[in-house]
């Protein structure tokens, strides 16, 4: 299939990007970096109207560390973080992530703030977003909101954005002394969509799960510090609550014991 008929309109700046979806609404959609948007629009599973192109707005093209938070612009590739010399040191469960997202070519050209906006709930960057306590900010005309990333995510493709705002920026927080990260996938094959992956980030006696591909959205819960036996209880529990369905790729119980196994592989990497 192709996309319907459609416009598409250069923005030049993201004052510019917001004027024309308040003028748009619901008929538009953004385009930045379109690996998963042209797809949609492929299979006709989104018909805007008007295709607003940001990804020239040099204002929204940005990867800077500031004020304790990673700041990544709604034009800024998944390669220019991927490869930003700091990522390690600086969001280490990101530099964990990066090469299970699909293909480099694929990173070349989509966005972070993309792959956020979409909401896929097998995507890698909602979840490490969510698993870090990220942040999403939205931006309409004359206004902007920052939303906690689990209430920006609001089921399977759907988030609170409303029609005139913009996902300007993503944040992820920098990582605190003494934190340990892990992520662990499992996909059939390399660069496919995870059918479970799981984040665990551990701060003193802190100690968070976050998982994808099994529910709506990403999921995450804080594990209790006592004995493993303890933890594996309510990874358990967790894996039961995510509501797995069948599907073509997996089975609910196989989904229930990949995210049991997956966990055990991250919380086991994080006591390191």
Known sequence: MKPQALDV?????????????????????????????MAALNMRLAQPGTLIDISRCADLD???AED?????????????????????????????VFPHISHFQVRNRGTVCGSVAHADPSAELPLALVALQGQVV??????RRVLPAEAFFTGML???RE???LVEEVRFPLARSGERTAFEEFSARHGDFAIVSVAAVRHGQSLRLAVGGVADRPRTIALPAGPGAVRDAAINDFAW???????????????????????????EEVYR
């Open 138 to 143: 939205l931006r309409r005309r004359g206004k």
């Open 68 to 96: 304790g938070w990673l700041r990544v612009g709604a034009a800024a590739t998944q390669a220019s973080v991927q490869w930003r010399p700091a990522l390690a040191r600086e969001v280490p469960l990101l530099a964990q």
């Open 62 to 64: 940005y990867v800077r």
């Open 158 to 160: 759907s988030t609170a």
């Open 163 to 165: 029609p005139d705002e």
């Open 241 to 267: 609550a995510l509501q797995a369905q069948d599907d073509a790729h997996a089975t609910a119980v196989f989904r229930r014991h990949l995210v049991r196994r997956l966990a055990a592989r991250a919380i």
């Open 9 to 37: 309109v250069r923005a030049d700046s993201a004052q510019e990007a917001v004027a024309l979806l308040a003028e748009l609404g619901a008929q538009a959609r953004i385009l930045a970096g379109g690996q998963s948007l």
